[in-house]
């Protein structure tokens, strides 16, 4: 049973940046795809962005050219460096394995952190 732990949310004022980790523990095929979601007050949870065993990755519209997802296979772990961060990043950021198909737009969703809150103040 994989176990995912993040890490490293905080506060910020705008224009900041915050990196976030995901420590990856128990079994997690390498060969998986990994991403990072969110979730504001009120609002549905939505895919951020994707990472797959290539290194081939997907952002949403919303995140492109200020956030950049990464990993570290050695180590197990993900990441998601923000940049840039605005009032409307605001939101509990979840670290997620198994993401089919592996895009922000995920229909099956394999395991789940417990998520870490970001707040971003203008």
């Known amino acids: 049973q994989a176990q995912l732990e993040e890490s490293g949310g905080g506060s910020v004022p705008a224009g900041g940046s915050l990196r976030l980790s995901c420590a990856a523990s128990?079994?997690?095929?390498?060969?998986?795809?990994m991403g990072w979601f969110r979730q504001a007050p009120g609002a549905k949870r939505e895919g951020v962005a994707s990472?797959?065993?290539?290194?081939?990755?997907s952002y949403a519209d919303s995140v492109k050219g200020r956030f950049t997802i990464s990993q570290d296979s050695a180590e197990n772990t993900l990441y998601l460096q923000m940049d840039s961060l605005q009032p409307e990043d605001t939101a509990t950021y979840y670290c997620?394995?198994?993401?089919?198909?592996?895009?922000?737009?995920?229909?099956?969703?394999?395991?789940w952190g417990k998520g870490t809150q970001v707040t971003v103040s203008s």
């Open positions: 997620a394995a198994e993401l089919v198909p592996c895009t922000v737009e995920a229909r099956y969703i394999g395991y």
């Open positions: 128990g079994y997690v095929n390498s060969r998986y795809c």
């Open positions: 990472i797959d065993s290539t290194g081939s990755t």
